[in-house]
């Protein structure tokens, strides 16, 4: 692997690691955003081992990793799909306002899940692919 990818797989169970601690003091909000970057970091490191390129954007990110995945039998169908809901939580923390925007704990709890899931499959993906 890559130092490049390396250092984006770091930065992706940084992110959830707080992701973790923010969900355990009641921030499901912030929980759901910082599960997003982990998984956004992973696909960065995933796609910077392959491509040699980074994505400058979060839909850029997001289309490459689909591009990939595509071309890649290996690769897990649902990691782009996560990708792209849990871009929604981010979206939701940033920008959305009103009382009926609410993200739940079991929201943030369950997009921890599935980005430990993305982390864990990119990975070891990338260290099969030595």
């Known amino acids: 692997m ?3 990818a390396a250092s984006y797989l770091e930065k992706a169970r940084e992110d959830l690691e707080d992701a973790t601690k923010v969900a355990a003091i009641g921030l499901p909000k912030l929980a759901a955003r910082c599960a997003y970057y982990a998984a956004f970091h992973a696909a960065e490191a995933f796609i910077v081992e392959k491509t040699g390129r ?16 595509n071309e890649m039998t290996s690769v897990d169908r649902s990691l782009p799909k996560f990708l792209a809901k849990a871009y929604l939580f981010k979206e939701m923390s940033d920008y959305a306002v009103g ?3 609410m993200l739940t704990p079991q929201d943030a709890d369950a997009a921890i899940v ?13 260290s099969a692919a030595k």
Not at 54 to 69: F, N, P, Q, W
Not at 114 to 126: K, P, T, V
């Open 99 to 101: 009382p009926g925007i």
């Open 114 to 126: 599935e980005a430990r899931r993305f982390i864990d499959a990119i990975s070891g993906f990338l």
């Open 54 to 69: 980074i994505a400058k954007t979060h839909s850029g990110v997001r289309s490459e990793l689909m591009r990939l995945a």
């Open 2 to 4: 890559s130092p490049e």
